[in-house]
């Protein structure tokens, strides 16, 4: 029996990580797959509870689990806490502590969402990239970090810090994947002005050598940028440090048509994390309007990578892509002639084709 512990989180996350919970089971069920399933909290629900963005409890769960499903944590409610007592120290917490130092973020393009994206069909017909994202080091995580004051001026600091190990290992993934894929990986990074990324160009250089069938490319990252619009079909693998994927993932979500679609897993250490890459949009909590499917297609990740299930994790991205085929959208999405659903609708549709797949 596999053990997930579910982190419901803030925002929309509880709408959506429910949504996620009811594919995840359908999934599970027609494979003959046990689960149990552990609640924790995680974020701002963590801090009105214990005044830890990451208790304890939640801690040892998760280092105990085989797998984690992660709503979305954050808000402004907590904006006025000092730094260590904000949501988002929460998830750096437990990507530090579960040594979760690759973040996959799968950017495929449903055929029936071709007219929903902002880009035209020529442009993004066939696109289908993955982004490795290094996920525990870097700017988010180096130190010294801080503000000092001196009278009236104030100095902000912030460490952008890499080592060869770290690049290294993110480097190994992305052209494992790529060999199972089109064998291309681009590497982005900005190495005509960091130190840091002169550093990731050659270490990423010196990995290539272990995979000849792999064609490596570099680019810079405000190249990047333009070219996800401009031409998201000539990625394949994409292998960024920790800013520049941020960034460049929540971009890709204009290609998909909405981010609310895409999904990710963190990976290394113990167990896995999966989470949509969304925020929790406190604005619409509690409306229905919230997209499920970024969450309902991480469900799909974890029974991928984390279980090892690879029929169950087919069987539900096939069922996302035949309820939007069918025409169902949540509202960010509706377009003449599609029927609009709200989170528990798409949720309930996307169960009901996994049970009858």
């Known amino acids: ?131 490795f994202r290094e996920l525990t080091s870097g700017l988010y995580y180096g130190t010294p970090r801080g503000i000092d004051k001196s009278g009236d001026e104030e100095r902000a600091v912030d460490t952008l810090s890499y080592t060869t190990s770290e690049i290294a290992r993110i480097a190994r993934l992305a052209f494992q994947a790529a060999e199972g894929r089109r064998k291309k990986v681009s590497s982005i990074d900005k190495a005509n002005v960091l130190m840091s990324s002169q550093l990731w160009r050659r270490v990423v250089m010196h990995v290539a050598q272990e995979f000849p069938g792999v064609t490596l490319e570099h680019m810079l990252v405000d190249t990047c940028a333009m070219q996800l619009i401009r031409n998201p079909c000539q990625f394949d693998v994409i292998v960024t440090e920790n800013m520049f994927g941020d960034i460049l993932s929540d971009e890709a979500g204009a290609i998909a048509g909405s981010i609310g679609l895409l999904p990710s897993a963190s990976l290394g250490g113990a167990g896995g994390l999966y989470e949509p890459i969304h925020g929790a949009a406190p604005n619409i909590a509690g409306t229905g309007q919230a997209n499920p499917i970024g969450t309902i297609l991480s469900a799909a990740l974890l029974l991928r990578y984390s279980l090892k299930q690879q029929q169950a994790a087919t069987t539900i991205e096939a069922a996302v892509e035949q309820v939007l085929a069918q025409g169902y959208r949540t509202p960010e999405l509706e377009q003449p002639g599609t029927e609009l659903v709200g989170t528990q609708r798409m949720g309930d549709l996307i169960t009901r084709a996994v049970e009858t797949a």
């Open 1 to 131: 029996m596999a053990t997930i512990v579910i982190i419901r989180g803030d925002g929309i996350g509880p709408e959506v990580v429910e949504e996620g919970l009811k594919v995840l089971k359908a999934a599970a069920r027609k494979v003959s797959l046990a689960l149990e399933f552990q609640e924790a909290l995680l974020g701002g629900a963590a801090i009105d509870a214990t005044g830890d963005p990451l208790p304890e409890e939640t801690l040892h769960r998760c280092k105990q689990a085989d797998a984690i499903l992660l709503g979305a944590v954050g808000g402004p409610t907590w904006d006025s806490h000092p730094r260590e007592k904000r949501p988002e120290q929460g998830i750096l917490g437990l990507r530090k502590a579960l040594q979760l130092y690759a973040n996959l973020r799968p950017v495929r393009l449903f055929p029936s969402l071709l007219e929903a994206s902002p880009l035209k069909r020529e442009v993004i017909e066939g696109t289908d990239f993955i982004i």
